[in-house]
């Protein structure tokens, strides 16, 4: 018992006390609250993984609330888009919700607090209203709209909402403490006037609620026992509560508790929204879904899947303070993965011609190679050996160092799955390139057979595709898109001069015949090279694969160059 106690995190041993002292699992109930003005990130996972995680823990419902207060950001395809990562993820939310559900209750609450002293409407302009409110160090400047009349307040709140003001012109304010060393607390706005058409409630609204009017109420109103977000939103917790304390719902007798984590901040990465959608607009990326991008969808479209995303937030930890995590555990998270589910099949992505001047002419061989060695279910597949084939230009070279176990003139390596060969001479252009590599094979050492010739031993390895028999491809090698650990740190437009100019290169090559049944998303190991998975660019004529990522970690190699 006391084992399981320990393993607990922080946000679970807080749960925990809570059921021990008068919260029963059916108090329990979580929600994930994203704001649909852009596309999830990596970060969101962690946030999506964390409530989710919770509500199968418990077994307790978790909602899926968009808090969609602000229009002239939020758009429908931000809404499909999150719907799709959640569900890809792996997680099923009790109730789908929105906070314009309830704009009319917030609407109403807002009245009322109007009527009670609480709230007052504002029209000094956002400049003079930052500067009364003063710094955390000295008190602010009481509003001269503070003790306004409680009817010309409801009045003036009866045009904001039926659009007689220009926006900009009219805020509410709530009555809060323009002394408080928390500025959140100095009268903060509940609504502002906004123009702007709504993705669901259309022209019928002129004022939106902030963000913190309608978060913490929304929360309560759905009954969620526990508000978990992001550490940034530590310092809005008081007001969070306040605003709380100003409503009763009978039917809910507790109310929301605020709690916070560390940020999902990945090494490499950019988690602002406004800066992804600045790579977007400026095109330094094809779009939200690019698979260098930080987005859930990006890296799906990469050849991520759901469970190394998952496993990676697990092995990460829930901090109480800000920390950057090395993207090597995500790598590793989906190497892991790949490993173990990845068929293994032949590719060549710098390719140069190898004939083996012994081997028939017109013959084509059909030899069995595992689909995966990890999993003993896999089976297995014939893929075609014929005289011509191609291999990688880098496994070969005419005058070889003594520890270069790969092909050179006079030296002997196993083609994979296949026959020992020996390089005897090549061809080359008139700039002096390599074309064509000949080579003699041995017969009597064909893969897996039982002849003593096929049980000798030879330092090298390779990976190869018949040259007559095979499925042109187009490959997409993708690396980091940033060159410094925290892009997120620069400036708006300063985190531009960190983007990682070979973040992606094409080449083109050729792979075996089997890819042709390949599905967009389907993922193999090329073996020798990575993993690799077919993207959605792909057509009948041509196969696009997307590297993502290699074997093993080369990042840190490449850097000390």
Known sequence: MEEEKKSLNFLEQIIEEDLANGYTKENLRFRFPPEPNG????????????????????????????????PAKEE???????????KWLGFNWAEERFASDYFQ???????QMIKDGKAYVEDQTSEQINEQRKTPF????????????????????????????????????????????????????????????????????KIYPMYDWAHGESDYIEGISHSLCSLEFENHRPLYEWYLNQVEIPEHPLKP?????????????????RKLKLLVDENIVTG??????????????????????????????????????????????IRDHLNKIAPRVMAVIDPVKLVIENFPEGKTEMLPI??????????????????????????????APKKFFRLSIGNEVRLKGAYIIKA??????????????????????????????????????????????????????YDRLFTVESPDEAGDGDFLQFVNSDSMKIVHGFAEPSLKNAKVEDKFQFQRIGYFTLDKDSTADNYVFNRTVGLRDTWAKEQKK
């Open 39 to 70: 596309y999830l990130h990596i970060g969101h996972a962690k946030a999506i993984c964390i409530n989710f995680g919770l509500g199968e823990k418990y077994n307790s419902p978790v909602n899926l609330r968009f808090d969609d207060t602000n």
């Open 76 to 86: 429908q395809e931000f809404v499909d888009s999150i719907r799709e990562d959640v």
């Open 105 to 111: 209750q917030l609407y109403d609450w807002a009245v």
């Open 138 to 205: 000295e008190p602010g400047i009481e509003s001269p709209n503070r003790n306004r009349p409680v009817e010309e307040s409801l009045a003036l709140f009866e045009k904001m909402k039926n659009g007689e003001f220009p926006e900009g012109s009219h805020v509410l304010r709530a009555i809060g403490d323009m002394n408080s060393p928390n500025m959140n607390m100095r009268d903060p706005v509940m609504y502002r006037v906004l123009h702007k058409e709504h993705h669901r409630t259309g022209d019928k609204w």
């Open 257 to 273: 508790k605020q709690r916070e984590f560390a940020r999902g901040n990945v090494s490499y990465m950019i988690t602002s929204k």
């Open 288 to 333: 939200w879904d690019d698979p260098r991008m930080p987005t859930i969808s990006g890296h799906r479209r990469r050849g991520y899947t759901p469970e190394s995303i998952r496993v990676f937030w697990d092995k990460a930890g829930v901090a109480k303070r800000d920390n950057l995590i090395d993207i090597s555990l995500l790598e590793f998270a």
């Open 370 to 399: 595992e689909n995966n060695p990890e999993d003993e279910n896999a089976g297995e597949r014939e893929i075609p050996f014929t005289r011509e084939l191609y291999i990688e230009r880098d496994d070969f070279m005419e005058e």
């Open 424 to 477: 005897t001479r090549v061809e080359k252009d008139a700039e002096g390139n390599i074309t064509t590599i000949f080579a003699e094979y041995d017969p009597d050492t064909k893969s897996g057979s039982d002849s003593e010739a096929a049980k000798r031993k030879v330092k090298g390895t390779l990976h190869w595709v018949s040259a007559t028999e095979n499925l042109p491809i187009e490959v997409r090698l």
